[in-house]
């Protein structure tokens, strides 16, 4: 009995115990980080490539070179940033436009989770420009 007692009141082996439980919380805690980071260069990339739309747009005026222009960008990010779609809507000016945006943002860690179809998060960003004449 006495030595029922002994290993009972002993503390070896609690720390790996302790460790073990932790890991998954610690692994689950990264994922949600590199997640919130793919978020964020995503809206970053996003932006820029609005941006550079806008930007040939009110260069040249001709929607196929700045979609050319912001694909390039959205396409170099990887396959996590899938475009969906731009509009150009005119301004309340004559020579004003509005460029709008939309991609998707994949999710990395879900499909590695579930093994079925790649959940997204839809974003739309927006630039407003003056084409120069």
Partial sequence: MKWLN?????????A???FLGIVPLALIFLMIIWQ???GVNAVVVAKSAVNEYAEVYSV???????????KTII???GD????DSFTTEPGEYDKEFTA?????????????L????VPSIPYSAAAYGRVIE
């Fill in 16 to 18: 790996t115990i302790e």
């Fill in 75 to 77: 396409d170099a990010t």
């Fill in 60 to 70: 040249t005026k001709d929607l196929n070179d700045a979609r050319d222009a912001a």
């Fill in 100 to 112: 709008e945006l939309a991609v998707n943002i994949k999710l990395v860690f879900i499909p590695e």
């Fill in 114 to 117: 579930f093994r079925g179809s």
């Fill in 6 to 14: 002994k290993i009972r009141k002993s503390e070896n082996g609690s």
């Fill in 80 to 83: 996590y940033l899938v475009f």
């Fill in 36 to 38: 919130f980071i793919v």
